[in-house]
């Protein structure tokens, strides 16, 4: 699976919601849709758990969508210490919403026939490697409704249909300094964990 639910018995992320209209008031400008914090601005009762499990904040970022940015280009995400890293496809973030919590994230595969040398997988200045929706196929989708740990570094995609806005805090994280997988993400938060139907 590509995600995992969590109750982390908390009411925040953000030590003050302010921070979520940071954005460039210029839709054109990709900053309005979105940009970086620091650890700073999380929540201290989230920063005691992050503390407890013996993990570091490598980045946050908040990335919004809504009715003028409906669906979030297909992509994938591998940044650490702001250094992309070409292969990883184990990526994991935990992702906290905030606004509409009805939007799907959804995960993509590449089709058969594509090859990514020619169309696909071109990295931008943001680092990311994006994709052409006809070169892929739907693997999985959830609605996060609060937070959940989400394998980022796996084709994917936001779909906001709501006529709200949907803010979603990425948090990236490391331990002793290197980079952290799904699976001793997921083990990690394994007390947090919670199935939703
Ligand atoms: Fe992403």
Redesign the pocket.
């Known amino acids: 699976m590509n995600y995992n639910h969590l109750n982390l018995g908390i009411s925040e992320v953000l030590a003050d919601k302010i921070t979520l209209h940071k954005g460039i008031k210029d839709p054109k400008n990709h900053q309005a849709w979105h940009w970086e914090l620091s650890a700073d601005d999380l929540h201290e009762d989230f920063v005691k758990i992050v503390d407890r499990l013996g993990l570091t904040v490598d980045s946050v970022w908040i990335f919004k969508t809504n009715h003028f940015n409906k669906k979030w280009p297909i ?1 994938r ?1 591998n940044r650490l210490h702001g250094v992309s890293l070409e292969n990883h496809t184990d990526y994991p973030k935990l992702n906290w919403i905030y606004g509409d919590n009805s939007s799907y994230m959804i995960w993509y595969a590449l089709k058969n026939n594509v090859k990514l040398s020619t169309r696909t997988d071109l990295q931008d200045d943001a680092s990311y490697f994006h994709y052409e929706d006809e070169d892929m196929v739907e693997i999985e989708r959830t609605i996060i409704k609060q937070a959940a740990i989400v394998q ?1 570094g796996v084709p ?1 995609s936001v779909l906001n249909t709501s006529d709200k806005n949907r803010w979603c805090v990425s948090i990236i994280f490391t331990k002793d300094n290197r980079h952290i997988g799904m699976e001793e993400l997921v083990n990690l938060f394994n007390d947090y964990c919670i199935i939703v139907h």
Do not use: A, K, L, Y
């Open positions: 992509h995400d980022s994917h």
